[in-house]
């Protein structure tokens, strides 16, 4: 784990807060208003933990911006009686709420668990951007075999076998020889798409 950012109302919350959350042998990085966690750079940490309310604000407008800036696992803290209003709040942030009072193990719990849903985001999103590649490079192929049967008279099925053959034979992808040939019959380079 890269680190936990917590943001409480003052200090004495947080050095609470983070003698809790020893066990976890990482950075932890304490902050007492929503300015300052505003001001630091999210992406270094895997857990943010916010005890509302924070000394300028309550928090959840802080939970909605961390959000956007990053990926981290947001568990926020709130009165018992208002975590349910709370949660549904900020049900579009995906972030955790706990009730107070709550104690260690819970809060423990909830980190670990913010974790796995950290690393389990991760590998969707890299999934994600694989597939959305693979996507853009199938496009590609098939733009190039459009120009290949419109301009050489080819079949489909030739066209492919072209391309695959000059990808094997020049040891480049296929979309690569795709974008050669797009620039070919085409006269513009077609890497943006």
Excluded: W
């Excluded at 929503?34 to 939970?63: H, N, Q, W, Y």
């Excluded at 034979?169 to 943006?192: H, W």
Aim: charged share 30%; hydrophobic share 40%.
């Amino acid at each position: 784990m890269k680190g936990i950012l917590i943001a409480a109302k003052n200090q004495q919350v947080c050095d609470s807060l983070s003698e809790l959350l020893v066990e976890f042998e990482c950075r932890i990085v304490t902050l007492t208003d929503g300015i300052m966690a505003r001001a630091v750079d999210a992406k270094m940490f895997d857990v943010i933990i916010v005890s509302t309310p924070l000394s300028d604000e309550f928090g959840l407008d802080l939970v909605a911006d961390l959000k956007d800036k990053t990926d981290a696992s947001i568990i926020v803290l709130a009165k018992g009686e208002i975590a349910d209003e709370v949660q549904k709040k900020l049900k579009f942030t995906g972030a955790f709420v706990i009730g107070r009072p709550f104690n260690k193990s819970a809060l423990s719990q909830a980190i670990r668990f913010a974790s796995v849903a950290k690393e389990n985001m991760s590998k969707l999103n890299a999934e994600k951007e694989e597939l959305s590649q693979q996507l853009k490079d199938l496009k590609t192929v098939n733009r190039a075999k459009a120009c290949l049967i419109q301009y050489l008279r080819l079949t489909e099925e030739q066209a492919h076998r072209y391309i695959q053959k000059q990808a094997m034979d020049l040891r480049k992808t296929q979309r690569e020889i795709a974008e050669d040939i797009l620039k070919t019959y085409v006269n513009q380079p077609n890497s943006n798409e």
